[in-house]
Each structure stands twice: as structure tokens, then as C-alpha cells.
């Protein structure tokens, strides 16, 4: 069986509900290696482009609001990159199905998500869907040089400088 990566993002209520652990213990349970991990914000822009395929939506909006924490007054998110066989299904198995309600119990939606009145799935985490959706998120939330493993074809450019914040 061929390795694949799959992206993972704890979202803004799994952040403020204290629910990493608990999730990676659940992911760990895939033995996949992980190559990529970091915590930040989410800008509105880097959103919509997550998001892109659901344009049009009724959701939409609010599934902006809710990956860049409006809906709980937290913007950060966990980012992680899952390497192994397997590993797009073997995530979304732990991760459970996307409606919290049709997720079974002991799966991480299942135990952790809610759907509020306005119908949005809080699911707590996102797991790429298919190898092109890993490949295509993987690259909008990570530069190359943050992942341990070269899972894509990448090039080195010269960067012209700009402004960048700096430790005092």
C-alpha cells in the first residue's frame, strides 16, 4: 500500500475546549507518522480559499466565521500533517462523519461536535477528503520547508525582502 498525507485541522472550538489531546490520542490510534504540525491564526482570505468549493452555499459565511474564530472568540487553529498508508481513510474514520449527529459515538465528531440552531456542524476537525483535496490544502496552509518529508515537487526562488516582524 502506497503512503499518502492527509491534512487535519483542530478547529477553533477544539482549541478552546482544551480537546487536542484528546484528539491526537484518538489519531494516534492510525500509527501514522506526523511530518507537518504548527498552531495560527486564520486570516479571512486563507479561509475563503479552504473553503472555495463550498461557495454558494447557504453555510458558507458561517463556516468562515467559524474557522476564523468568530464564532468563539478564539482565531487559532492546530494544523497537522498525517503521513502513512492509508492515511486520508484512516483519519476520516477516526474523525467520523462530517454531521455530528450521523457520526458514531466513540468517533472524534461523534464525541466532540454539535450542530448549533443555524444548522452549522461544529465537527471540531477537518480531514482532507481525497488525495487531491490533501495535496491541494496541504499546500495552501504549509510551505514546503515546514513539512519533514518532500511529499510534492517544489523549487527554491530567491524571495525579494519585505517587511517581516522580528523577536526584539
Avoid: C
Amino acid at each position: 500500500m502506497k503512503n499518502e498525507a492527509t491534512l487535519v485541522i483542530i478547529k477553533p472550538d477544539g482549541l478552546k475546549k482544551s480537546l487536542t489531546g484528546n484528539i491526537l490520542s484518538r489519531l494516534s490510534e492510525t500509527k501514522l507518522k506526523i511530518i507537518g504540525a504548527k498552531i495560527m491564526k486564520v486570516e479571512i482570505d486563507l479561509a475563503h480559499k479552504h473553503y472555495a468549493h463550498l461557495k454558494g452555499k447557504p453555510f458558507y459565511l458561517e463556516l468562515i466565521d467559524y474557522i476564523t474564530g468568530k464564532k468563539h472568540g478564539e482565531n487559532r487553529v492546530m494544523l497537522l500533517i498525517y503521513w502513512g498508508p492509508n492515511a486520508i481513510d484512516k483519519v476520516r474514520q477516526i474523525a467520523g462523519a462530517t454531521n455530528p449527529e450521523e457520526a458514531e459515538p466513540i468517533s472524534i465528531r461523534g464525541a466532540y461536535g454539535r450542530i448549533l440552531t443555524s444548522g452549522l456542524f461544529e465537527n471540531v476537525i477537518h480531514a482532507s477528503s481525497d488525495l487531491s483535496e490533501a495535496e491541494r490544502e496541504i499546500k495552501l496552509w504549509f510551505e514546503p520547508d515546514e513539512i519533514a518529508y518532500d511529499l510534492y515537487p517544489a523549487k527554491e526562488t530567491v524571495v525579494k525582502e519585505g517587511k517581516k516582524r522580528i523577536w526584539r
